[in-house]
Nanobody, 124 residues
Framework: QVQLVESGGGLVQAGGSLRLSCAAS????????MGWFRQAPGKEREFVAA????????YYADSVKGRFTISRDNAKNTVYLQMNSLKPEDTAVYYC?????????????????WGQGTQVTVSS
């Protein structure tokens, strides 16, 4: 229904910054909210941040509050994740996802469409 393509990942030193982008296409009108999740090797997928398309209401995991900022450009159908003060524990594959509801945006099963992921590696 919605196609999502992430970009912007890479290798960065601890304390540095990266900006991830997620471009949406297809039946974007069926998407109510967008979320960012991450998954490190051998670990479960973890919620990072979420935002609504209709109004800039946001939600963040405690581990990234004050460091990460989620935003969106409706005209470009693109969602961003600005990551500052990066730590080695932020190393993971980051995925964006589209959801048709806003009930508990931290639950991965509320998102029906997922991107392919982009690797973020933070060195110490």
């Amino acid at each position: 229904q919605v196609q999502l393509v992430e970009s912007g990942g890479g290798l960065v030193q601890a304390g540095g910054s990266l900006r991830l982008s997620c471009a949406a296409s297809g039946r974007t009108f069926s998407s109510y909210a967008m979320g960012w999740f991450r998954q490190a090797p051998g670990k479960e997928r973890e919620f990072v941040a979420a935002i609504r398309w209709s109004s800039p209401i946001t939600y963040y995991a405690d581990s990234v509050k004050g460091r990460f900022t989620i935003s969106r450009d409706n005209a470009k159908n693109t969602v961003y994740l600005q990551m500052n003060s990066l730590k080695p524990e932020d190393t993971a594959v980051y995925y964006c996802a589209a959801s048709g509801i806003w009930r508990d945006p931290t639950r991965s099963n509320e998102y029906g469409d997922w991107g392919q992921g982009t690797q973020v590696t933070v060195s110490s």
